[in-house]
C-alpha cells in the first residue's frame, strides 16, 4: 500500500465525485437550496476504483448535518457535524440541514483529492420574503 500512496499524484490519479441519480458519471448536478431545507443526501464510496480508500466528507457553512446510517446501520449518535469519514467501500446516508445563504462548496478534506477535483459547490438562498 505504501507503494501505491507514493504512485498516488494528481498526475496519476483523478479524484471525483460524482452523481450517480440520473445513472451516469456526472460531475454533482447544480445543486441549489433554500435556507430552513432538510435534504437526504446518500454518499457512497465505491470499492471499485483504482485506488480505494477512505474520505472525510466536509460540507462548508450552509449548515449542518447528523450521519443517518452507515451501510443501513442506524447512528446510535445522533450530534451535529460538518464532516464524516466516509470508510472504503461504506454508504453514508446524512440529513444536511441549510441555514446559511450563499455559495458553498462539499470536498474531500485530503488536500490532494480536493485539489484533483474533489470537490463541487451549490447554492443556498435566502428563499421567498412575505
Given at each position: 500500500m505504501?507503494?501505491?500512496?507514493?504512485?498516488?499524484?494528481?498526475?496519476?490519479?483523478?479524484?471525483?465525485?460524482?452523481?450517480?441519480?440520473?445513472?451516469?458519471?456526472?460531475?454533482p448536478?447544480?445543486?441549489?437550496f433554500?435556507v430552513?431545507?432538510?435534504?437526504?443526501?446518500r454518499?457512497?464510496?465505491?470499492?471499485?476504483?483504482?485506488?480505494p480508500?477512505?474520505?472525510?466528507?466536509?460540507?462548508?457553512?450552509?449548515?449542518?448535518?447528523?450521519?443517518?446510517?452507515?451501510?443501513?446501520?442506524?447512528?446510535?449518535?445522533?450530534?451535529?457535524?460538518?464532516?464524516?469519514?466516509?470508510?472504503?467501500?461504506?454508504?453514508?446516508?446524512?440529513?444536511?440541514?441549510?441555514?446559511?445563504?450563499?455559495?458553498?462548496?462539499?470536498?474531500?478534506?485530503?488536500?490532494?483529492?480536493?485539489?484533483s477535483?474533489?470537490?463541487?459547490?451549490?447554492?443556498?438562498?435566502?428563499?421567498?420574503?412575505?
Amino acid at each position: 500500500m505504501a507503494e501505491v500512496n507514493r504512485q498516488t499524484t494528481t498526475a496519476t490519479v483523478r479524484w471525483q465525485l460524482l452523481d450517480r441519480t440520473a445513472g451516469g458519471n456526472a460531475p454533482p448536478v447544480d445543486w441549489r437550496f433554500t435556507v430552513g431545507q432538510r435534504v437526504k443526501i446518500r454518499l457512497v464510496n465505491e470499492m471499485d476504483s483504482d485506488h480505494p480508500m477512505h474520505h472525510p466528507f466536509h460540507v462548508h457553512g450552509a449548515g449542518r448535518f447528523l450521519v443517518l446510517d452507515r451501510d443501513g446501520v442506524p447512528e446510535r449518535n445522533l450530534v451535529w457535524k460538518d464532516t464524516v469519514l466516509l470508510r472504503t467501500g461504506e454508504t453514508v446516508h446524512i440529513l444536511l440541514e441549510l441555514s446559511t445563504p450563499g455559495a458553498w462548496m462539499a470536498h474531500c478534506h485530503i488536500a490532494e483529492h480536493l485539489h484533483s477535483g474533489m470537490v463541487f459547490s451549490f447554492t443556498v438562498t435566502a428563499g421567498a420574503t412575505r
